[in-house]
């Protein structure tokens, strides 16, 4: 008798388990296994293909996943223990470089996996009235993590586009006497001009290890400036730049650029660095770098953060064409930015950040660096990053600056230390200095009271400058660091502004009778040539504090 042995049959897989073999699962459950699977590879990318049946690639996936998340760790850790080091990661043009691309291939990756979990659910099991539910689902979820990352990646290029455009491949600076002092011009680039006029100058000098903030404002019409030692300058000005009522410091620049170039063999702007140089001898540091705002670009980037928010001291004019440049006058205002509580444009805060019309300098100093502080203050994580491109993008048109890429993150873990400091203040001018100083400077005197001021600022004794005035008299409290810079023509100085030492201030809204004042007042006297009459409406109009 012949008898058969059959082979024992491998084990069947069971096909009533609904994650693997939905078609038999009732439809709730179908719906939920949707949902969870859209939920896994949103959540931890890989583990819905490993759950559901496509292991080799949820494998390759789930390492990819814990590889980002490694690095997603050790950059947080950097955040914590070394933001400088990250920062400087994320602003070397290779290193983010790098980071773009790789930003790119994972949320290629993630979307790639988004659609294979789409193959997994098996839209056709779904209840009909499901389908479009568990679409949309997916869609959002591809958009909140591709498109999370894809935004990433572009944010950094355009960082990355905008770093290359302002800042230079030079080599980094050290601080001195424990400070980095930063020149900040600004000025027109006009089709009338052979180089860039800085018609405002400030110095912002920063604790290295603190960040406490000091701005030195230095006038555009200050006279007789002094070059630092080693400046080629001074082989033309060994006694300071004492050519006559013409050599304003702020002239530098263009004379540099016209007719001395020669003496700044492979620097990138000559005109500049001799700007730098005047500043430096002049107060008596040493400052390290420039940064040059073009005023072409500025009402740009007000535009592109949404304009700024001030409280007005006093009536601002938006001035007319020159009519009578001996005598400063104007013709008939374009209109006027008035007292009070006011949201800014780009092209209403230009006017005020430049316009000196029936006022002077000192008036106009002033409520640069409020639109200044105003810009730090307002330009707050949300609105960075809703309106980067813009902002980026203005921002390219409007600074340029001989300070080294590779120490960007530095310099921005630097402000992060500022920000939200009290900065202290110094204008070679009213309030600070007779109205007439900037024509017969005392630099003696100018390099006491910044000597002054920076020992202050780092804990030493505020008298070993040797200034009997005393603290009190140069230092202003502020809210924020930096000073916008502005260009208008030249006018002969009047008498200053009552300076705003207060933050606390009224608006002059009023004439000193009750009446209130109004455009078509103003413009009333303009036409009738009662230009005092103006001046005493708007002499307060150098107060200014940012909202």
């Known amino acids: 008798m012949t008898t058969s042995h059959s082979r024992p049959k491998a084990p069947q897989p069971a096909l009533t388990d609904p994650v693997r073999h939905p078609a038999n699962a009732p439809a709730p459950v179908r719906t939920k296994r949707a949902f969870v699977l859209l939920l896994l590879t949103l959540l931890v990318p890989g583990s819905a293909q490993i759950v559901a049946g496509d292991r080799k690639l949820g494998r390759i996936a789930l390492r990819v996943t814990l590889a980002a998340w490694a690095l997603a760790i050790a950059g947080l850790v950097l955040l914590l223990v070394n933001r400088t080091l990250l920062i400087g990661i994320l602003t070397n043009t290779v290193a983010s470089l790098l980071i773009i691309a790789l930003l790119i291939a994972l949320a290629i990756g993630w979307a790639a996996l988004f659609v294979n979990t789409l193959r997994l659910i098996r839209p056709v099991l779904l209840a009909p009235g499901m389908r479009p539910i568990v679409g949309v689902a997916l869609v959002l979820a591809m958009v909140l993590s591709s498109g999370t990352l894809g935004y990433a990646a572009y944010v950094l290029n355009v960082s990355r586009n905008a770093i290359g455009s302002i800042f230079s491949a030079g080599p980094a600076i050290d601080p001195v006497d424990g400070r980095y002092n930063f020149l900040m011009m600004g000025g027109d680039a006009g089709d009338d001009r052979t180089g860039r006029r800085p018609d405002s100058l400030s110095v912002l000098s920063v604790d290295a290890k603190t960040g406490q903030t000091a701005i030195i404002s230095v006038p555009r019409n200050l006279q007789n400036a002094q070059f630092s030692e080693g400046s080629p300058m001074r082989q033309i000005y060994p006694d300071g730049y004492d050519c006559g009522n013409e050599c304003l410091i702020n002239a530098i620049n263009t004379e540099v650029t016209n007719e001395h170039a020669d003496l700044y063999p492979g620097v990138a702007d000559p005109g500049a660095q001799a700007t730098l140089e005047a500043v430096s001898g002049t107060l008596g540091i040493t400052v390290q770098a420039y940064v040059l705002v073009d005023m072409d670009g500025f009402a740009k980037l007000i535009d592109a953060m949404g304009g700024i928010r001030i409280k007005a001291g006093g009536w601002v004019p938006l001035s007319g064409d020159m009519v009578d440049e001996a005598n400063g006058i104007h013709g008939m205002p374009l209109g006027w930015i008035p007292a009070g509580e006011q949201h800014l444009n780009g092209y209403h805060a230009l006017w005020y950040g430049r316009s000196r019309e029936f006022v002077d300098d ?153 009446e209130p004042i109004t455009e078509e007042m103003l413009n009333q006297f303009k036409r009738e040539g009662n230009e005092q009459a103006i001046r005493d409406l708007v002499a307060t109009n150098g107060q200014c504090r940012p909202l």
Do not use: W
Request: aromatic fraction near 4%; proline fraction near 8%.
């Open 362 to 514: 000192y008036a106009r100093i002033q409520r640069q660096q409020c639109v200044q502080q105003a810009m730090l203050k307002q330009l707050d994580p949300a609105t960075l990053l809703a309106k980067f491109e813009d902002i980026a993008n203005a921002g390219t048109k409007v600074v340029d600056s001989n300070i080294s890429a590779s120490q960007l993150g530095s310099f921005v873990d630097l402000a992060m230390k500022a920000k939200g400091k009290e900065v202290s203040r110094l204008t070679i001018g009213p309030p600070d200095f007779d109205a007439s100083f900037s024509t017969v400077p005392d630099f003696d005197q100018i390099h006491q009271k910044v000597d002054q001021l920076l020992a202050a600022q780092s804990g030493k004794s505020a008298g070993a400058a040797g200034d009997p005035a005393g603290e009190d008299s140069i230092v202003q409290a502020g809210t924020g660091a930096g000073h916008l810079m502005a260009a208008a023509p030249a006018a002969p100085l009047t008498q200053p502004a009552p300076s705003p030492s207060s933050s606390d201030f009224t608006p002059v809204t009023t004439t000193p009778d009750g």
